[in-house]
């Protein structure tokens, strides 16, 4: 059975489909990437496979379960069980620290563990920035909080919208670098973005135009 | 976790929550000031209105008696019985004596003054009494007429003034007399001669009489310790349908009915207590006084009580405003909760915690800032202070939470309405 599968979803505002009858399977361990120009259909896709949304029509299937049907209560406890976000903007709370960021999705997931969440840090590179506020940390650091935030509660899938579209050269590569180790590690990891050199390093890319998809590209130098 | 994101949010965002706590103060400051206003109106509104004379008449049972016979007025008494002036502390023995501002006892005579009949009458005007309670109080004409203007010299002082008498100014220009004259006033019974210390403007009937102490016009009547009336001054709250009821008959009450009517400060059961000490007298309101007070009373405090609603509906608007404002901008914090897991009632209890330790702190410092302005609002209306109740408190602290809730309800409905995927992903 594949982590997740999406039959035939579409998403409908009004006059306008963000996604047509798209679908797709990943697969536990994969790293997709997913591609595409504005408008195109990337966070509508990504905001449904993260249970922020419900799409119109279709089937999405994570681990077996169509989260199409569920209720906003159960789709909260989903992304809280079994998804970890990471955004563009990072969204960190600004007035808890580094650490405490970290620790606030230990909290609602179950309980909060100072030392674990100085554990992802630690992983991310950012143990001695723990108690630091988010205006305190560069937007390379910033994301790596957020980044740790996110594999805190041992995901079963980590999902990333545009990871790097606010980084420069050197914390891309930081971000990427953690990716890569994420992958190693076995995280199922699906990225958003709209740069080649990220959606390279996926094992998969998938490029969508006008809601559906238009392409599918195996990477085959996984770097 | 959960009061480290709540003292975060506190400390780290202080400009936020001080105009939050500001609003609040602002409400609670008003209601402390227009609650304890409000309960303690009553007293300086009645303090006020003590000002105009006494609001109970005290008779002779048989005197009572024949005047309702013969429906005769206070001008055309028949005189034929009289109270014992040893009576009169009793007054300040009832069940209301707190209530009980002032008193006086009278009795009327005619005197022989350069050969014009005058009328005198004798009351106390500072007497000193010593209550078997312990209880030591001055009582008399001073307090209780006290918009009599002394046109000329002063009040008469009982102690220093034992054989002083208050002519009215209508009979002083008559008789031509003149503060610090001695006067003769004579009767069949006694002849006294008697310095006059004070000219007085009553503006009414008084004024074509004289008035001195109690004793000299007991002497001149022969009466011995008798008097004809006391007037008493006493607050009062203002009469409902179980006073009206108990006015009409007393026994008509049920037990429960006579208890509270016993028990609250209503005209008619200050004068039913005064009737159950003096057995012979019969106490009486002065109902045009009475009934102007009770209206007074009652518009006062409604005006009060609308002041205060509309005060904490005000305050109600600004926290809402300033809740509603606050969540706006934190919308991505809010998101950023729900979309790693947080459901909507630990996010609402989270903000509705910070809200609500605000409020806390906001409306103890509007308590404080509260009893400056009914201090201040004290002094210029009533020229004395008013005393901070402590029932207060917790209609204040009541009321504030409850205002808050209200006011953070659109900012809830708000927080509950948001999509994270809307305010993190701006669709």
Same mark, same amino acid.
């Given at each position: 059975?594949?982590?997740?599968?999406?039959?035939?979803?579409?998403?409908?505002?009004?006059?306008?489909?963000?996604?047509?009858?798209?679908?797709?399977?990943?697969?536990?361990?994969?790293?997709?990437?997913?591609?595409?120009?504005?408008?195109?259909?990337?966070?509508?896709?990504?905001?449904?496979?993260?249970?922020?949304?419900?799409?119109?029509?279709?089937?999405?299937?994570?681990?077996?379960?169509?989260?199409?049907?569920?209720?906003?209560?159960?789709?909260? #406890?989903?992304?809280?069980?079994?998804?970890?976000?990471?955004?563009?903007?990072? @969204?960190?709370?600004?007035?808890?620290?580094?650490? #405490?960021?970290?620790?606030?999705?230990?909290?609602?997931?179950?309980?909060?563990?100072?030392?674990?969440?100085?554990?992802?840090?630690?992983?991310?590179?950012?143990?001695?920035?723990?108690? @630091?506020?988010? =205006?305190?940390?560069?937007?390379?650091?910033?994301?790596?909080?957020?980044?740790?935030?996110?594999?805190?509660?041992?995901?079963?899938?980590?999902? =990333?919208?545009?990871?790097?579209?606010?980084?420069?050269?050197?914390?891309?590569?930081?971000?990427?670098?953690?990716?890569?180790?994420?992958?190693?590690?076995?995280?199922?990891?699906?990225?958003?973005? @709209?740069?080649?050199?990220?959606?390279?390093?996926?094992?998969?890319?998938?490029?969508?135009?006008?809601?559906?998809?238009?392409?599918?590209?195996?990477?085959?130098? #996984?770097? | 976790?959960?009061?480290?994101?709540?003292?975060?949010?506190?400390?780290?965002?202080?400009?936020?929550?001080?105009?939050?706590?500001?609003?609040? %103060?602002?409400?609670?400051?008003?209601?402390?000031?227009?609650?304890?206003?409000?309960?303690?109106?009553?007293?300086?509104?009645?303090?006020?209105?003590?000002?105009?004379?006494?609001?109970?008449?005290?008779?002779?049972?048989?005197?009572?008696?024949?005047?309702?016979?013969?429906?005769?007025?206070?001008?055309?008494?028949?005189?034929?019985?009289?109270?014992?002036?040893n009576e009169i502390g009793k007054i300040k023995t009832i069940f209301w004596t707190y209530?009980?501002?002032?008193?006086?006892?009278?009795?009327?005579?005619?005197?022989?003054?350069n050969g014009t009949a005058v009328t005198v009458t004798g009351s106390w005007f500072n007497?000193?009494?010593?209550?078997?309670?312990?209880?030591?109080?001055?009582?008399?004409?001073?307090?209780?007429?006290?918009?009599?203007?002394?046109?000329?010299?002063?009040?008469?002082?009982?102690?220093?003034?034992?054989?002083?008498?208050?002519?009215?100014?209508? +009979?002083?220009?008559? +008789?031509?007399?003149?503060?610090?004259?001695?006067?003769?006033?004579?009767?069949?019974?006694?002849?006294?001669?008697?310095?006059?210390?004070?000219?007085?403007?009553?503006?009414?009937?008084?004024?074509?009489?004289?008035?001195?102490?109690?004793?000299?016009?007991?002497? +001149?009547?022969?009466?011995?310790?008798?008097?004809?009336?006391?007037?008493?001054?006493?607050?009062?709250?203002?009469?409902?349908?179980?006073?009206?009821?108990?006015?009409?008959?007393?026994?008509?009450?049920?037990?429960?009915?006579?208890?509270?009517?016993?028990?609250?400060?209503?005209?008619?059961?200050?004068?039913?207590?005064?009737?159950?000490?003096?057995?012979?007298?019969?106490?009486?309101?002065?109902?045009?006084?009475?009934?102007?007070e009770g209206a007074i009373m009652e518009k006062t405090q409604l005006l009060m009580i609308?002041?205060?609603?509309?005060?904490? %509906?005000?305050?109600?608007?600004?926290?809402?405003?300033?809740?509603?404002?606050?969540?706006?901008?934190?919308?991505?914090?809010?998101? +950023?909760?729900?979309?790693?897991?947080?459901?909507?009632?630990?996010?609402?209890?989270?903000?509705?915690?910070?809200?609500?330790?605000?409020?806390?702190?906001?409306?103890?410092?509007?308590?404080?800032?509260?009893?400056?302005?009914?201090?201040?609002?004290?002094?210029?209306?009533?020229?004395?202070?008013?005393?901070?109740?402590?029932?207060?408190?917790?209609?204040?602290?009541?009321?504030?939470?409850?205002?808050?809730?209200?006011?953070?309800?659109?900012?809830?409905?708000?927080?509950?309405?948001?999509?994270?995927?809307?305010?993190?992903?701006?669709?």
């Amino acid at each position: 059975m594949s982590l997740l599968e999406l039959k035939d979803v579409s998403k409908i505002y009004g006059p306008l489909k963000a996604l047509d009858k798209v679908s797709l399977t990943v697969e536990e361990g994969e790293w997709v990437a997913i591609m595409g120009p504005s408008g195109s259909g990337k966070s509508t896709m990504m905001n449904i496979i993260s249970c922020l949304d419900t799409p119109t029509e279709g089937q999405v299937l994570l681990d077996g379960v169509d989260i199409a049907k569920e209720n906003s209560k159960r789709l909260t #406890e989903i992304r809280r069980d079994k998804i970890g976000l990471i955004f563009q903007q990072f @969204h960190l709370v600004n007035y808890l620290t580094a650490l #405490e960021n970290v620790m606030v999705a230990q909290y609602y997931h179950s309980m909060p563990d100072e030392a674990e969440a100085m554990e992802a840090l630690e992983m991310v590179g950012l143990k001695d920035r723990a108690k @630091h506020l988010p =205006a305190q940390l560069s937007g390379g650091e910033q994301q790596r909080v957020c980044i740790a935030r996110a594999l805190t509660n041992h995901p079963e899938i980590m999902l =990333a919208d545009e990871p790097t579209g606010n980084l420069d050269e050197a914390n891309e590569n930081i971000v990427l670098d953690l990716f890569r180790q994420l992958h190693k590690a076995g995280t199922t990891l699906i990225v958003v973005t @709209h740069d080649p050199e990220v959606a390279d390093v996926a094992g998969r890319t998938i490029i969508l135009e006008h809601g559906k998809i238009k392409k599918e590209v195996i990477n085959s130098k #996984e770097k | 976790m959960f009061l480290r994101m709540v003292k975060g949010a506190l400390t780290r965002q202080k400009g936020k929550m001080v105009m939050i706590a500001f609003t609040i %103060l602002l409400g609670a400051s008003l209601a402390t000031a227009m609650l304890n206003i409000m309960f303690d109106v009553g007293d300086k509104v009645n303090q006020e209105l003590k000002a105009y004379g006494a609001n109970i008449i005290v008779k002779p049972k048989d005197n009572s008696v024949l005047e309702d016979l013969y429906e005769v007025d206070g001008e055309d008494e028949i005189q034929s019985s009289y109270l014992q002036e040893n009576e009169i502390g009793k007054i300040k023995t009832i069940f209301w004596t707190y209530s009980i501002v002032d008193f006086a006892p009278f009795l009327e005579t005619t005197a022989d003054v350069n050969g014009t009949a005058v009328t005198v009458t004798g009351s106390w005007f500072n007497h000193h009494l010593s209550l078997p309670s312990g209880e030591e109080l001055d009582a008399g004409i001073v307090g209780l007429r006290s918009w009599w203007d002394i046109e000329d010299g002063q009040w008469l002082d009982e102690k220093v003034n034992p054989d002083g008498i208050m002519v009215g100014t209508t +009979l002083a220009q008559t +008789l031509g007399i003149r503060a610090g004259d001695r006067i003769t006033l004579t009767t069949d019974n006694a002849s006294k001669n008697l310095l006059v210390v004070g000219i007085y403007n009553s503006g009414a009937d008084d004024d074509d009489q004289m008035i001195t102490n109690l004793d000299i016009v007991q002497e +001149l009547a022969n009466t011995g310790d008798l008097i004809s009336s006391i007037e008493v001054s006493a607050l009062t709250s203002p009469d409902d349908e179980l006073a009206q009821k108990a006015a009409r008959d007393p026994m008509s009450l049920s037990v429960s009915e006579y208890e509270v009517w016993y028990c609250t400060a209503y005209v008619s059961s200050i004068c039913y207590q005064i009737q159950e000490v003096i057995p012979d007298a019969v106490a009486s309101p002065v109902r045009q006084v009475a009934d102007s007070e009770g209206a007074i009373m009652e518009k006062t405090q409604l005006l009060m009580i609308l002041i205060t609603i509309l005060s904490l %509906l005000g305050s109600a608007l600004g926290i809402s405003n300033l809740v509603t404002a606050s969540v706006m901008e934190r919308s991505n914090e809010i998101g +950023l909760l729900k979309a790693i897991g947080a459901k909507d009632g630990a996010v609402s209890s989270l903000v509705l915690t910070e809200i609500l330790i605000t409020a806390v702190i906001g409306g103890i410092a509007g308590y404080f800032v509260g009893y400056g302005f009914a201090q201040i609002i004290g002094k210029s209306v009533f020229d004395s202070s008013i005393e901070m109740k402590p029932i207060v408190i917790p209609i204040v602290s009541v009321l504030i939470i409850l205002v808050t809730l209200a006011g953070s309800i659109p900012a809830i409905r708000m927080l509950l309405k948001m999509k994270p995927a809307e305010v993190l992903h701006g669709r």
